[in-house]
T-cell receptor, first 117, second 112 residues
Framework: NAGVTQTPKFQVLKTGQSMTLQCAQD?????MSWYRQDPGMGLRLIHY???????DQGEVPNGYNVSRSTTEDFPLRLLSAAPSQTSVYFC????????????????FGPGTRLTVL | GQQVMQIPQYQHVQEGEDFTTYCNSS?????IQWYKQRPGGHPVFLIQ?????EVKKQKRLTFQFGEAKKNSSLHITATQTTDVGTYFC????????????FGKGTLLTVNP
């Protein structure tokens, strides 16, 4: 199993450009999420999905779109990049929670380091 | 919304000293998870705590979940250079089975 894969590893964009960050998992996990990590800010949830065709907003969704057409893939789209979106982006997946006691660790991908000039 | 505060933000220790990071939630949690992120790496799951007052150990790491399920701690005994990294707690409230709210993390550096 490859686990959670993300492409690209690095990306530089100019303000106003659009791009898609790819995320795929081969563990048949229903739950997938996108986080951004900025220095001193921890991990902040952007969007998440509880299954194919179902997505919802997290803590910081503005400027990002997602879709979930298959269980395996969960791409993140930046519609018009801004310097404030310079960050490290992590995709994660897990089994859905069957309740508080469910063992549902999140598996993280290696991350995409994005710079917006 | 739910907030998870984590202290300290940074901790520098000499190898062999102990280390503790604390996590406090503004709401009661259904469970709490701990992750470790090595410099330049991605977060890796360490453990999940569910029960009030729960204590779990992994070798030199001891994890506790408070009686009120609003706080947690991670204690490392006799730190080693391999312990270097950022430790995050992440809480899940009863209202959401899916969303985790992460603390800002504690960066641990160890002087050999």
């Amino acid at each position: 199993n490859a686990g959670v894969t993300q492409t690209p590893k690095f990306q530089v964009l100019k303000t106003g450009q659009s791009m898609t960050l790819q995320c795929a998992q081969d563990m048949n996990h229903e739950y997938m999420s996108w986080y951004r990590q900025d220095p001193g800010m921890g991990l902040r949830l952007i969007h998440y999905s509880v299954g194919a065709g179902i997505t919802d907003q997290g803590e910081v969704p503005n400027g990002y779109n997602v879709s979930r057409s298959t269980t395996e893939d969960f791409p993140l789209r930046l519609l018009s990049a801004a310097p404030s979106q310079t960050s490290v982006y992590f995709c994660a997946s897990s089994y859905p929670s069957g309740g508080p006691s469910s063992y549902n660790e999140q598996f993280f991908g290696p991350g995409t380091r994005l710079t917006v000039l | 919304g739910q907030q998870v505060m984590q202290i300290p933000q940074y901790q520098h220790v000499q190898e062999g000293e102990d280390f503790t990071t604390y996590c406090n939630s503004s709401t009661t949690l259904s469970n709490i998870q701990w992750y470790k992120q090595r410099p330049g790496g991605h977060p890796v799951f360490l453990i999940q705590l569910v029960k009030s007052g729960e204590v779990k150990k992994q070798k030199r790491l001891t994890f506790q979940f408070g009686e009120a399920k609003k706080n947690s701690s991670l204690h490392i005994t006799a730190t080693q250079t391999t312990d270097v990294g950022t430790y995050f707690c992440a809480g899940r409230s009863g209202g959401s089975n899916y969303k985790l709210t992460f603390g800002k993390g504690t960066l641990l550096t160890v002087n050999p």
